[in-house]
């Protein structure tokens, strides 16, 4: 069964520093979004993305966040400037253009020291 | 702030029975819902969604929409310890757009 993949499981970078998160999403979805969870809190919605351009951001998402699709496969998330208060657990999750359900992938947890 | 709401739980249920998980959602403009499941330290995994009024089955699992009193609802019928979990709701405006997640429900299923 085709599912969403995730790279690195686990990132740990220091504070100000900048990192990618990438995602692979199901080969024929065309939807894409990221989320993040903060540990013990809600799933929370960052940005969706669709036809190579950011369809919906939510106020988390500022100046110091992009996504960019840089070829047929992968999908990524880029923070310029960490701060430690991005530490959370960074879901990637696609949509078939037909269709309600997002999945999600397994995960990045990223920790900002 | 639109929200969706969900008890925190824990639900302690005994095996082999009928778990029920509720959900409400301020935001009208909300079409489509979802029941996720969360294992510890894992990511959301899709159990069901629903957008009309009323009961879809899937297995083990019954979705209920009542949109006008907006609440959603799952229950887990012949409850087994593997669905001991966090259970999230989530709604969504539209086909494409974001999901809006509650803070889950944890079900504790004994045996």
């Known amino acids: 069964e085709p599912e969403v993949t995730q790279t690195p499981s686990h990132q740990v970078t220091q504070m100000g520093q900048e990192v990618i998160l990438r995602c692979v999403p199901i080969?024929?979805?065309?939807?894409f979004y990221w989320y993040r969870q903060i540990l013990g809190q809600k799933v929370e919605f960052l940005v969706s993305?669709?036809?190579?351009?950011?369809?919906?951001k939510s106020e988390i998402f500022d100046d110091q966040f992009s996504v960019e699709r840089p070829d047929g496969s992968n999908f990524t998330l880029k923070i310029r400037s960490t701060k430690l208060e991005d530490s959370a657990m960074y879901f990637c999750a696609s949509r078939a253009t037909s269709a309600y359900e997002q999945y999600f992938g397994p995960g990045t947890r990223l920790t900002v020291t | 702030q639109k929200e969706v709401e969900q008890n925190s739980g824990p639900l302690s249920v005994p095996e082999g029975a009928i778990a029920s998980l509720n959900c409400t959602y301020s935001d009208r403009g909300s079409q489509s819902f979802f029941w996720y499941r969360q294992y510890s330290g894992k990511s959301p995994e899709l159990i069901m969604f629903?957008?009309?009024?009323g009961d879809k089955e899937d297995g083990r699992f019954t979705a209920q929409l009542n949109k006008a009193s907006q609440y959603v609802s799952l229950l887990i019928r012949d409850s087994q310890p593997s669905d001991s979990a966090t259970y999230l709701c989530a709604g969504g405006r539209d086909s494409w757009g974001k999901l809006q997640f509650g803070a889950g429900t944890q079900v504790v299923v004994t045996p």
């Open positions: 993305f669709y036809n190579n351009e950011i369809s919906e």
């Open positions: 629903i957008y009309s009024n």
């Open positions: 080969s024929n979805h065309l939807y």
